[in-house]
Nanobody
């Protein structure tokens, strides 16, 4: 069974940094593309970025050059380094993947950026 657990959220001032992590189990992690999504208050879920098994990344325009996705294929961990945070980055952040035609999401971790 696929299981994704995010950690690392919290309250930070604008301009600050946070690093989120996601522990994955139930999949051959190194073979699977992984992604981060987020959902802000009153907003729809939004794709943040993704990473292939070999480490190639893509980012949404809203976070490009501020956020960095990485992975550790030994410890089955996905990371999201968030720098120069803005109040509009306030959201619940989710680690996601697809396995056998299904999408899997973690429970999310809350990030709140104060102005």
């Amino acid at each position: 069974q696929v299981h994704l657990v995010e950690r690392g959220g919290g309250l930070v001032q604008a301009g600050g940094s946070l690093r989120l992590s996601c522990a994955a189990s139930g999949i051959n992690f190194r073979l699977h593309p992984m992604a981060w999504h987020r959902q802000g208050p009153g907003k729809q879920r939004e794709w943040v970025g993704d990473i292939t098994g070999s480490g190639s990344t893509n980012y949404s325009e809203s976070v490009k050059d501020r956020f960095t996705i990485s992975r550790d294929n030994v410890w089955n961990r996905l990371y999201l380094q968030m720098d120069t945070l803005k109040p509009e980055d306030t959201a619940r952040y989710y680690c996601t993947t697809r396995f056998r035609g299904r999408s899997y999401w973690g429970q999310g971790t809350q990030v709140t950026v104060s102005s």
